[in-house]
């Protein structure tokens, strides 16, 4: 049995999805033993409830004025005291934007091992993880000392949620100094009501939008079927969206349930974000794209036609 602590990350007063895949990876990870989830901030208590019936045996309240917001120095100061202090044998975070910057950085100041962007966990345990732009997999195992990875989202299926168990809450007071970073204000773009990294479907769009308003069909779908607007980088170079948008190596990777790929031709660049969606649909008026090689479904047409039809064919269905 091993101690296993997990970093649960919010947003907007909400626990992302990620923190319960967290949860379910440090299950595994734990053979039975405890399961402590972490939250930075006074009102991390709030979330006791579902962090405990996600797995959580118990949660740290991780309190200091300088953890209101995410900076590299402040989480990573508070990150390396709790770990100090728990003493656990594998620590879990979510591969997103604050844990892609925080899990190395704690990872070298630690002397810790770190498997980042897990996709799978096999016995062993034994890591897998996407290589040169997802053509190809590795698997990694730890030979020694404490295990540190960082999951991709939408990857490590959800357990169950065990109603009415309870999580021990425990406060923990951390010293942070020295910040060489103060954020002032926030000022977010995003590409709608769905986190575009957690979205279990993505409607996305390519230069064949043909401009700004050429999304106003793709919103409208993603409407539909509560989905996320993602875009290629051609899209956002061209300015017909924001760069929060942008799906592939030099963006986002994401791995929804559903991938609608709107007038994109599928450059490489782009499949490296994109290609381990478990279901892609590709629309696009040329019948030889490279983006019809990666997808599982194919539709050859104007996706100005095209993606009307499949609102309306859409609203019928779920109605």
């Known amino acids: 049995m091993k101690k296993v602590l997990v970093l649960a990350e919010a947003r907007d007063g909400q626990l992302r999805n990620v923190s319960f895949e967290a949860l379910a990876a440090a299950n595994i990870l734990a053979e039975g033993g405890e399961i402590a989830a972490a939250v930075f901030g006074a009102d991390g208590g709030s979330f006791a409830d579902a962090l405990a019936q996600h797995g959580a045996d118990k949660v740290y309240v991780v309190n200091n004025s300088a953890l209101a917001t995410y900076t590299p120095d402040g989480y990573s100061q508070a990150l390396q005291q709790l770990i100090k202090a728990v003493s656990p044998d594998a620590i879990v975070l979510g591969h997103t934007s604050i844990g892609r910057d925080l899990a190395p950085r704690v990872a070298a ?53 065990e109603a009415g168990k309870t999580a021990e809450v425990v406060p923990f007071d951390v010293e942070i100094k020295d910040l060489r970073t103060i954020v002032k204000e926030i000022v977010r773009k995003t590409s709608g009501k769905v986190d575009l990294s957690e979205a279990k479907v993505i409607v996305s769009g390519g230069r064949g939008v043909k401009s700004a308003d050429g999304f106003k069909p793709l919103y409208e779908l993603a409407e539909v079927l509560g989905a996320a607007v993602g875009a290629s980088r051609g899209a956002c170079d061209a300015d017909y969206c924001d760069y929060s948008m942008q799906i592939g190596q030099t963006g986002k ?33 040329d019948p030889e794209a490279p983006i019809f090689q990666v997808a599982d479904y194919g539709i050859v047409g104007d996706l100005f036609e095209v993606v009307p039809l499949l609102t309306e064919e859409f609203k019928k269905v779920l109605a």
Not at 134 to 139: D, L, S, T, V, Y
Request: hydrophobic share 45%.
């Open 109 to 161: 100041r630690l002397g810790y091992g770190l498997v980042s962007d897990v996709t799978a966990i096999e016995a062993g345990p034994v890591f897998t993880r996407p290589i040169y732009a997802g053509k190809a997999f590795q698997k990694r195992k730890f030979r020694e000392g404490c295990i540190f990875i960082t999951i991709r989202p939408n990857n490590i299926p959800v357990g169950q949620a």
């Open 253 to 285: 990777v994401v791995t929804p349930d559903l991938y609608i790929a709107c007038g994109i031709s599928g450059a490489i660049q782009h499949l490296a974000g994109m290609s381990n969606s478990k279901v892609i649909v590709a629309i696009n008026k």
